[in-house]
């Protein structure tokens, strides 16, 4: 694994949210497939986006991005 | 800038962010489905970077054979080809790539224009070989010294396939890095 690998949680919060990518892109101004990237971790945001994506779901930066993966649901903490 | 003249600017963009908008979705609706893969994508860069190469041999064979009608037919030849392949090739290569190489640094997100960058490096970096393997070329093929005579239509051929390739270079660069999009979800649809 490329260590530069910066771990998200875009999907679950999304679905958490019930927001669809074009309705996160757009609310971010950037392409629908660069969120689709950002979720496979394809593409690291800046440190720019990183804090709109924590803002628009209102939650800390650190909730959404990780230098390490973060635990599976129900998994062992 | 007064500020009719700022909002004729922001309509006009508007307008032009809107059309560029409904552009993509159709582009969207249209693009076969195989292009989601790498090898059907490189395939295509692969036959834009063959087309160009053709603009090459076609100003080769004017070097070496024109003036002369065989150096016409090839000229023509090689012109309906870049007509009948190439235009069609180039506009597949602007949809599968969104226009990345094409539009306005504006109207691109920050991973598209890193991936425009990183198109734009590597194709300056081709580019260079080019210049200087034509170089090399004409260097080794020109040996007559003040006595040697360049054909105009091959000085012209080199000059326009270098135009060609300094703008479409990027362009195939651009597809041949693309990576596979991301499977949409089913309300992403448009």
Same mark, same amino acid.
């Given at each position: 694994?490329?260590?530069?690998?910066?771990?998200?949680?875009? $999907? @679950?919060?999304?679905? *958490? =949210? %019930?927001?669809?990518?074009?309705? +996160?892109?757009? &609310? #971010?101004?950037?392409?629908?497939? $660069? @969120?689709?990237?950002? *979720? =496979? %971790?394809?593409?690291?945001?800046? +440190?720019?986006? &990183? #804090?709109?994506?924590?803002?628009?779901?209102?939650?800390?930066? *650190?909730?959404?991005?990780?230098?390490?993966?973060?635990?599976?649901?129900?998994?062992?903490? | 800038?007064?500020?009719?003249?700022?909002?004729?600017?922001?309509?006009?963009?508007?307008?032009?962010?809107?059309?560029?908008?409904?552009?993509?979705?159709?582009?969207?609706?249209?693009?076969?489905?195989?292009?989601?893969?790498?090898?059907?994508?490189?395939?295509?860069?692969?036959?834009?970077?063959?087309?160009?190469?053709?603009?090459?041999?076609?100003?080769?064979?004017?070097?070496?054979?024109?003036?002369?009608?065989?150096?016409?037919?090839?000229?023509?030849?090689?012109?309906?080809?870049?007509?009948?392949?190439?235009?069609?090739?180039?506009?597949?290569?602007?949809?599968?790539?969104?226009?990345?190489?094409?539009?306005?640094?504006?109207?691109?997100?920050?991973?598209?224009?890193?991936?425009?960058?990183?198109?734009?490096?590597?194709?300056?970096?081709?580019?260079?070989?080019?210049?200087?393997?034509?170089?090399?070329?004409?260097?080794?093929?020109?040996?007559?010294?003040?006595?040697?005579?360049?054909?105009?239509?091959?000085?012209?051929?080199?000059?326009?396939?270098?135009?060609?390739?300094?703008?479409?270079?990027?362009?195939?660069?651009?597809?041949?890095?693309?990576?596979?999009?991301?499977?949409?979800?089913?309300?992403?649809?448009?």
């Amino acid at each position: 694994m490329d260590k530069e690998t910066v771990y998200n949680r875009i $999907t @679950v919060l999304r679905a *958490e =949210r %019930g927001v669809s990518r074009r309705d +996160l892109a757009a &609310a #971010l101004g950037v392409h629908y497939q $660069t @969120v689709g990237y950002l *979720e =496979r %971790g394809e593409y690291s945001p800046s +440190l720019h986006l &990183a #804090l709109r994506i924590a803002d628009y779901f209102e939650v800390p930066v *650190e909730v959404v991005f990780s230098l390490k993966p973060f635990p599976r649901i129900g998994g062992t903490p | 800038m007064t500020s009719k003249t700022a909002q004729w600017l922001e309509r006009s963009r508007r307008k032009r962010s809107d059309r560029l908008a409904a552009l993509e979705d159709e582009m969207e609706r249209r693009m076969p489905a195989r292009y989601a893969r790498r090898r059907p994508r490189r395939v295509l860069a692969g036959a834009g970077a063959v087309t160009l190469g053709l603009l090459w041999v076609d100003a080769a064979v004017s070097w070496v054979i024109a003036p002369s009608d065989t150096a016409v037919i090839v000229n023509l030849v090689v012109l309906g080809v870049l007509v009948a392949v190439g235009l069609p090739l180039a506009t597949q290569l602007v949809a599968l790539t969104r226009g990345l190489t094409a539009k306005r640094a504006r109207e691109l997100d920050e991973r598209q224009l890193t991936a425009r960058l990183r198109a734009f490096a590597t194709a300056h970096r081709a580019s260079t070989v080019v210049i200087a393997a034509v170089l090399l070329v004409t260097m080794a093929a020109d040996r007559d010294g003040r006595e040697s005579q360049i054909p105009g239509a091959a000085l012209f051929l080199i000059l326009f396939a270098l135009l060609v390739t300094h703008i479409f270079l990027p362009l195939i660069v651009a597809t041949w890095q693309m990576t596979d999009p991301p499977i949409e979800d089913d309300e992403d649809r448009p």
